[in-house]
């Protein structure tokens, strides 16, 4: 059984990352920069902290740090670009179309709580459209080249098209409301049109969500949210340390119409944390997700319904969690007694609500970087330690734990094994072999609906034999777990699939 790995000081790397995501100095003493650079990249504030301390890092920290730390700014620039690109072109068909519309969050948030838009990474572009102007919105968006994921109005769709992205496609989702979660959607929080402001992006003048309503809007999603960035919280702390007394008057009379007072005070409350988090303060660091040298998250849907301004928006917050709308409207009592069961099931197999974010003790790297250094040491026939991300290997491997690798066998694959493989799009992936035939390996996560693309044996980098989480070392077990919530999840996909397939024929 390979050793317990080593815990380091994650409490100083949260330290000293808030300072520099602050604009301050980090007090004096040791600094673990590969942790700092890790939680920086966890935490997506990355960018932020080299806008306003690049010039620290550029004087202070070791050259390979500064070097990694502007490599990633760069990088996160050069994304915004792409997706400054992409607003503005989606913005331009959608007025031209006649449809009313405001960008959420993105690139606008990010110039206005910092002054550059190249600074906040942005995931997808999020636009608020409303629900009589759907249709026109979705008619205008699939003529530009977007193809509908899942999603129908009034409920918030998801778009897609290929892009230069690490993961090959760009992402666009539409909102009819603000509060379009399952968790707070009883709360139907809508922007009043003099909210709705126009923000300069390159030569462009576009809609976005501004006004009254945004603190709230931006406590409402920071709270529903069960792993939310501390960048979130940035954004919060800046919008607020610029706003007027008479601002902050208007977003909190603004929080109180939309009963949304409790959740706008409990981000507030989480913002000014960062203060003195960045100063050493052990409680505000706790407050922030730091706890006995893990990163834990909290239970969103608990969250929620303890910040709910009244008795019946908590019910309805928790029957939001065990039993969302879409699925009442899909399957009647059964669906709930299915909820039920999964999510019974699914703590079961987890008892911790929140699990931790090990402590990592190696900076996050980029999929060749992994490949590189796996390869290095494998092929020397050592064995290593990587985090693990995602929730696509539950309950066997829990977002955050550490996972022991060590050389693949010359033999065949066999199934049940968990190997860390590249899969097509160079994506990298710890997933359980299914078989290996004639040198191409089948794979699939035991939390995963389908398989894995199929890949090339020499695509398998290593085999993962144990696994450490919450300060224990396990072995990783052969047997997949199954929930009842995954294999009515599989049952619906095939279902789906085999209703597609006869479609296709008849047509």
Known sequence: MPERPIPGSLERAGEALLALSLGRVPREGEIPWAMVMELARAERCAG???????????AQAPAEVSA???????????QCDRAAERLRDVSARLANAGVEHAVLKGLPLGLRAYGNVECRPSA????????AARADAHECLVASGWTLRYGVSPRESAFERPAQEPSGTALLEVHSSLSD???????AVQPLSSEVERCRIGEMDVPVLGGAVLPAYLALHLAKHGEAPWLWLLDLHALWGDASEGEREAARDRAGSLRLTRYLEWALASAASLDRAAEGDSASLRRLGIVNGARVRRHNALRVAMLSQTPLDAMHATSGWLWPRAA????GGLGALRQLASRAALRAARPSL???????????????????????????GGSLWIRAYGASMLPAIEPGSRVHLVPPPARTLQRGEVVLAILPGEVTALHRVESE????????????????????????????DAVESRGDVTEIPVRRASSPGLLIRRARHLARRTVERTMERIT
């Open 437 to 464: 035939c004639d040198g191409v390996v089948h794979l699939r996560g035991d939390n995963a609906v389908v398989f894995d693309a199929p890949v090339p044996r020499d695509r398998v980098l290593a085999l993962a």
């Open 181 to 187: 979660d399952s968790l707070v959607e009883h709360l």
């Open 328 to 331: 009442r409207a899909r399957s």
């Open 124 to 131: 997808d572009l999020d636009i608020h459209v409303a629900a």
């Open 48 to 58: 932020v902290a080299w806008q306003r301390s690049g010039a620290w890092l550029r």
């Open 68 to 78: 990694a730390w502007r490599a990633d700014a760069f990088a996160i620039a050069r």
């Open 354 to 380: 929140a699990p931790p974010l090990a402590p990592p003790s190696a900076a996050l790297l980029s999929t060749a970087s992994i490949r590189t250094i796996v390869e290095t040491v494998i092929g020397a």
